[in-house]
């Protein structure tokens, strides 16, 4: 094969192996697809679980290539595909799930549906930190809760991946936003502009007090799951809304039910693992890079590199939970 029909990939042989570089066939961009020669991958915790064979509802058939989220240019297009042309840089939640291939290689041949142009006013890298989490965060607040203008909203865990990103969404949506997290993530939530919550030294019914004067919020964005979810279902105000992106653990609903509230749950992957919806990806995707370009959204991204050689180390800095930012695999070089 020559130089142009191969490409370098970062391959999993096993569950909770080691990666191996591999140069191997590039892909051929079908019907309604993309070629998108990759820039920068994003690593998500969801990568981790994957990787490991811990994610039930992610599974991936190994030997694969792993990687979610991708940020690149369009090498070429397949047949059916208006939308974009070749040099378009754009960015995506593309594969690594469901036997769909990921953003750890050179090339990627994807759904154009999955797809939009990247923000102007960021590089490749923080653009491949944002399509899960800026999909997770839209998913919940805006197609499920209808985030408004004078709703105060509660965010739990506001300076995590998909919290931080759900800050600022809500706010450019006119909400006024409060968000938990502990004593040293202040400074990280109040800089997004939400008023900060340290749930370690105040009880739900504390902060409820002190913000709402008792009534609860008109919309609570769970990120945490578990004990966090149940705390949510008691800081809502009377038809208030909950939405959680991490429904996992045995809930009573009492708490919500006494409140006449309503809960939805987030499920990003569907629209990857069935192949219905992904439309609604790309488009959440270009609100998103309106909101980028307008200054209301900017990601956090840890400033380390990571070569296509140093996915391993990538994935370690997310496990380590030494990571300040989202952790971004270059492949630029």
Sequence with gaps: MSEKQTMRAAFLEAHGGPFSLAEVARPEPGPG?????????????????IRAGAAAHARHPLPAILG???????????????????????????????????????????DARLLARKPANLGFREAAALPLVVITAWEGLVDRAGVRTGQKVLIQGGAGGVGHVAVQIARAFGAEVYATGNAGQREVIEALGATAIDYRNETVEDYVAT?????????VYDTGGGTILDASFKAIHRFGHVVSCLGWGTHTLAPLSFRAGTYSGVFTLLPLLTGIGRERHGAILSAATRLVEEGKLVPIVDPRPFSLGEVAAAHNAVEDRSARGKIVVDLAG
């Design 68 to 110: 979610i989220d991708l940020a690149g240019v369009v090498e070429a297009v397949g047949s059916d595909v208006t939308a974009f042309r070749p040099g378009d840089a754009v960015y995506g939640m593309t594969g690594g799930v469901g036997g769909i291939q990921g953003s750890l290689a050179e090339f990627a041949a994807v």
């Design 33 to 49: 697809e993309v070629l998108v020669r990759v820039k920068a991958s994003g690593v998500n915790p969801l990568d981790i679980k």
């Design 211 to 219: 913000h709402t004067g008792g009534e609860g919020f008109d919309l």
